[in-house]
């Protein structure tokens, strides 16, 4: 899932990649106009049509509805600050 984040009038985008494992889900995240990726995330839950994504090393936070079945409505958090972030499922 690929997004781009608005940041002080700086778009910046960040991509989800988010797997099912034995023990439910994991995923990593890039962050490419940083030249960041494989960034391992701390915890994926989805539950229902909840998706709760953590990376506690970098205070960041993401909580999303379900809108369908590509489109995920929710907010990306940081250090306190909050954004709207829509994420859309892109195939690899």
């Known amino acids: 899932?690929?997004?781009?984040?608005?940041?002080?009038?700086?778009?910046?985008r960040v991509v989800f990649h988010i797997e099912t494992s034995e023990e439910g889900y994991k995923?990593?995240?890039d962050?490419?106009?940083?030249n960041a990726y494989?960034?391992?995330?701390?915890?994926?839950e989805f539950k229902k049509t909840e998706l709760i994504i953590k990376h506690n090393d970098l205070s960041i936070a993401y909580?999303?509805?379900?809108?369908?079945?590509n489109n995920i409505k929710g907010t990306f958090t940081q250090n306190?600050?909050?954004f709207e972030m829509n994420l859309k499922k892109k195939e690899e």
């Open 1 to 12: 899932m690929e997004r781009n984040l608005a940041v002080q009038g700086i778009e910046l």
């Open 27 to 29: 995923g990593k995240m």
């Open 80 to 82: 306190g600050q909050s």
């Open 63 to 69: 909580k999303g509805t379900l809108a369908d079945g």
């Open 38 to 44: 494989g960034l391992p995330l701390s915890s994926v």
């Open 31 to 34: 962050s490419p106009d940083q």
